[in-house]
């Protein structure tokens, strides 16, 4: 039996232990990061990137200042990615209003550029909105140079929204990437209806410019890794006291009373970095490869990490459709130099631009008599015919330069297809 002096001893013993264990617990849980915070890569020498910010500024102020502009917007822009043309007089103001800042960023789209952001909270992009405003203005005068049989212009314009969109997402964030797919889904649209209209001359001109966007295409695993540093200097920062919690957790009030310390911010910043190493080894894949991304289960992670599950079928949508532009050019060139259609895409000399990212293969193309049907097999990777996906609903089909948007799901016999695009 024990005595009362051997009880205590234990007891003490115990506590002590208990006592260190908490203590090593803690030090263990609020240990500092232990993956370094990442350095920005230095701005391209006479970087546009604030010119083009500037331009957008000014851009917002034109139409707030003028009652003109924003009745042309309305009445010229009434749906995304629709240019309306009933009031010719509106378009020619509106172009006429917006050439020196369309004259301007065409003085830069040779240059390097990249994003000037800073990996805070705080950034905000107000430009964005005036950048897919840019892409709107560039496809209106593509309609109006359609009309009066400019199409060198048109095409120039097409080239221009090209080139910008891939200068104002590189080094940017998945806003950034996500805002430059857009700029190009308005223009492609508008490509996609004027090409069956363009001289050799032209469809040749066309041909370069996707060579040449081909060359300067931000992939999307750079904004991984673009969005994954600003992940982990933002932790590094709310570590080290520069944010409080309530700034960035404004959504979860059990984590904004917490010491961001006491976080266990480590554990967060390791599980983050396998997300986005994960993410970048599925948006390398063809589009229809990818598996699904699983978010990571610390909170922190879960509430900072952005969502790259739309990225992989946005991208391909834009891809594919600038791809197939080029590819369908070439076939045009080659049928009014020839007098028939070439038996295949190699034959009309665009086998670099025959590749289909759903798929990682070669896109679907058929000439016949009537024309000529060329289509990507989109997102069921199945080739259905030329017969189009409904792109708001999903579902089977195909896709085509021109998309198509399903009205309804039909009873018991899912979304609703367009029919094969017949081009000439």
């Not at 805070?120 to 892409?135: C, K, Q, V, Y």
């Not at 991984?224 to 309530?246: K, M, N």
Request: with cysteine; proline share 7%.
């Amino acid at each position: 039996m024990r005595t009362p002096r051997g009880c205590k001893i234990g007891c003490l013993t115990a506590l002590l232990i208990a006592v260190v264990a908490i203590v090593l617990a803690a030090r263990w849980w609020t240990a500092p990061i232990d993956i370094p915070r990442p350095q920005r890569p230095p701005d391209p020498a006479d970087n546009p990137y604030d010119v083009y910010r500037s331009l957008a500024m000014y851009t917002s102020q034109l139409f707030r200042t003028d009652p003109m502009l924003s009745l042309a917007e309305r009445e010229l822009f009434p749906l995304p990615q629709r240019v309306h043309l009933e009031r010719p007089e509106l378009a020619r103001y509106l172009l006429q209003q917006m050439q020196p800042v369309r004259l301007e960023y065409r003085r830069h789209l040779h240059k390097p550029c990249a994003v000037i952001m800073e990996y805070t909270p705080a950034w905000h992009f107000p430009e964005l909105a005036e950048f897919r405003r840019w892409a709107n203005v560039e496809s209106l005068d593509m309609a109006m140079a359609a009309q009066e049989g400019d199409y060198s212009r048109a095409v120039e314009d097409y080239r221009t929204v090209l080139l910008l969109s891939e200068q104002l997402r590189n080094q940017g964030s998945l806003m950034h990437y996500l805002v430059g797919s857009t700029m190009q889904a308005t223009v492609n649209r508008r490509m996609g209806e004027v090409l069956q209209l363009l001289p050799a001359r032209q469809c040749e001109q066309l041909v370069k410019v996707v060579r040449e966007w081909e060359k300067q295409h931000v992939p999307p695993t750079q904004v991984v890794a673009i969005e994954r540093d600003s992940y982990l200097t933002l932790l590094h920062d709310l570590y080290a006291g520069r944010y409080e919690a309530a700034r960035v957790f404004a959504e979860r009030r059990p984590i904004i009373s917490w010491n961001p310390k006491w976080l266990n911010l480590r554990r967060a910043a390791r599980e983050g970095v396998d997300y986005f190493q994960r993410a970048e080894k599925e948006l390398s894949k063809p589009i229809n490869q990818q598996a699904r991304i699983d978010e990571p289960r610390h909170p922190v992670a879960r509430l900072l990490v952005p969502v790259f599950a739309a990225m992989g079928r946005t991208t391909g949508y834009t891809v594919s459709r600038i791809r197939l532009i080029g590819c369908a050019a070439a076939v045009r060139a080659y049928r009014l130099k020839h007098g028939f259609y070439p038996a295949t895409l190699n034959e009309a000399g665009v086998s670099d631009l025959d590749h289909d990212p759903f798929t990682g293969g070669r896109f679907v193309y058929k000439p016949s008599q009537k024309g000529f049907l060329l289509y990507s097999v989109g997102e069921n990777g199945q080739d259905d015919g030329g017969w189009r996906m409904p792109e708001r609903l999903g579902g089977d089909g195909d896709l085509s330069l021109l998309p198509f948007i399903g009205r309804s799901r039909v009873a018991g016999r899912g979304a609703e297809r367009g029919e094969p695009l017949w081009l000439q």
